[in-house]
């Protein structure tokens, strides 16, 4: 038996989903915020996943996944002409964001879909392995 | 001892493949969303038929207990080759490992009952029922 188990696989690709909703969530949320400048604007967040061998031994067959860090994107955040705004810059610009609204959404789904993969997994293993320690009654 | 043991061993070494399998099948499903990781399984038929024709350790004195199936730690895990490859490198098809899944924790549960049976027809005996 090697330190991980199905279990902590499970576990740690649900956490790592997570991390993708809350990424998912904080764009959303900021989807409409605006900026003076463009270095200023709400750049969208990428959970970068990485997966994680146990013992770095790849052979085991068991690997988990974790959200290593978290990536601002690099698209180019919108530029809108809006004199009037108080946070236009001299020539009447504001900094929309960078965050693609459909995008986001179907990152959310797929998040979701396989957060409830991952608790599939979890609960089947979880009824055999109760099933097996019941074995000989 | 080794009456018993090859009666239960065939069993013993299902299960404990079957659940080997449902880690790795496990690790696909946490894995569907990483970029670049290949997908992977264990060839059930040959792993078990290594595992049941395994030799055993030496067994100097009668005391000595037969080794335990290694063979299950130390199967070979294959890659999958996907049917629609991805543009992120990644092989996980969630349907494929959705449909394995649930085909081994089926065949997980079948031999658990096989063991059952074994089990309790070996209480019987014993019992004289």
């Known amino acids: 038996m090697s330190g991980l188990s199905i279990f902590d696989v499970a576990g740690r690709a649900m956490a790592a989903q997570q991390v993708r909703l809350n990424t998912v969530a904080s764009n959303l949320a900021n989807a409409q915020t605006v900026s003076g400048s463009a270095d200023t604007a709400y750049h969208a967040l990428r959970p970068v996943f990485e997966t994680n061998y146990p013992g770095n031994q790849e052979g085991s067959g068991l690997a988990t996944v974790d959200a290593v860090e978290v990536k601002q994107s690099t698209a180019e955040p919108e530029k809108r002409y809006s004199p009037t705004n108080p946070l236009a810059d001299k020539d009447g610009y504001v900094y929309g964001t960078n965050v693609d609204t459909n995008e986001e959404l179907v990152d959310m789904l797929e998040a979701s879909r396989q957060y409830q993969n991952n608790i599939e997994v979890l609960s089947t293993a979880k009824s055999l392995m109760l099933k097996t320690l019941s074995i000989g009654k | ?129």
Do not use: C, W
Not at chain 2, 84 to 109: C, I, K, R
């Open chain 2, 1 to 129: 001892m080794d009456a018993l043991d090859s009666y239960l061993n065939p069993q013993g070494a299902a299960l404990s493949l079957r659940n080997k399998r449902m880690e790795i099948l496990g690790s696909n499903i946490a894995n569907a969303g990483t970029p670049n990781f290949k997908a992977r399984d264990l060839d059930f038929a040959s792993a078990y038929k290594a595992a049941l024709n395994e030799t055993d350790v030496a067994t100097t004195q009668p005391l000595h207990l037969a080794s335990l199936n290694s063979t299950a730690s130390d199967a070979q895990t294959l890659y999958r080759v996907p049917v629609s490859p991805s543009l992120d490198g990644n092989t996980v098809e969630l349907h494929v490992e959705q449909v394995q899944f649930a085909e081994n924790a089926t065949h997980y549960e079948a031999s658990l009952q096989f063991l059952q049976d074994r089990l309790q027809t070996l209480r019987s005996a014993l019992k004289g029922e």
